[in-house]
């Protein structure tokens, strides 16, 4: 049966939630860490006293406890504002600055507010149903929605996750662009050491890292797609068999792996570390 478009799938596999705790938490802490959350520490997602939290996080140098509520259907806003009023206690119990709310419960600007307003000495940050399933459409976002909704991607969808990491991969270059062009300026001045790299060895570093990475993870998709029966618009597969063939006559197949653990993390932390000294944050390995 075809799923329902206009976002109407996300939204009813949440609020029609029938999968647990387990499962909403681990979602939750993802949606939370794609949302610049950082230090996020789960509590015992797989049952147990929590101490009236069930994550821990970072964000705008503030401590904050994160609580899930995930019914199976949409519930009156007494209950909703109950269980937001229990999990409000945690803020002190646990020394914090504020509290998450994490919720598959419609809400209403003035429901939200009624919430936010309860204790007002105290930081509030509400993730509702129209929120969450917002934030679950957006490409980047598309893996959790898959993991935990079962919801595959579109066509459509898979062309523009394309588009968005191409748009990223623009504006890195651009940025690398930039800031070449600065160090070009600083690298005249006749004090700088001879053995600094030139601007040419850190783009083609940059670029080499970018093809070997994508490359291997082109192949695990490869073996998916002929071994186990997954399935990718014939356009979009065309294009990147295309690209792997580019790759294979620019470094030779011999130079693509496969590699170790090591030889694996080796490529992918030099990619980071270049990445993160033009601006992106650590970590940032999409390709």
Not at 69 to 77: E, G, L, N, V
Not at 79 to 84: H, L, P, Q, R
Not at 147 to 161: A, Y
Request: glycine letters at 6%.
């Amino acid at each position: 049966m075809r799923r329902r478009t206009d976002g109407d799938e996300t939204w009813l596999r949440l609020q029609q939630w029938i999968k647990g705790q387990k499962p909403a938490e681990r979602m939750a802490a993802l949606i939370l860490d794609s949302e610049g959350y950082k230090s996020i520490d789960p509590s015992h997602p797989l049952g147990g006293r929590d101490g009236l939290k069930d994550l821990v996080c970072i964000k705008d140098d503030l401590n904050w406890i994160a609580a899930c509520y995930f019914p199976r259907t949409q519930k009156q806003f007494n209950e909703i504002k109950a269980k937001f009023k229990n999990d409000l206690e945690g803020v002190e119990s646990n020394n914090v600055d504020g509290i998450v709310f994490i919720t598959n419960q419609e809400l209403t600007l003035g429901e939200r507010q009624q919430l936010k307003d309860i204790k007002e000495s105290t930081e509030v940050e509400i993730y509702h149903l129209d929120r969450i399933a917002y934030l679950l459409d957006k490409p980047e976002n598309y893996g959790i929605r898959l993991e935990f909704l079962d919801i595959e991607l579109t066509s459509e969808e898979q062309l523009s996750f394309i588009a968005t990491r191409d748009q990223k991969l623009h504006k890195l270059t651009d940025m690398i662009g930039r800031l070449l062009d600065d160090y070009s300026s600083f690298k005249n001045n006749d004090s700088i050491d001879d053995d600094v790299r030139t601007e040419d060895e850190v783009s083609e570093a940059i670029e080499e890292l970018f093809d070997k990475i994508w490359y291997d993870r082109h192949q695990m998709l490869r073996h998916r797609v002929l071994n186990e029966g997954e399935e990718i618009h014939p356009e979009i597969w065309e294009g990147a068999l295309a690209s792997a063939e580019r790759i294979e006559d620019k470094y030779g197949k011999e130079n693509l792996g496969p590699w170790t653990d090591f030889e694996w993390g080796m490529l992918n932390g030099k990619l980071s570390a270049l990445r993160w000294f033009f601006g992106d944050d650590w970590d940032m390995l999409d390709t």
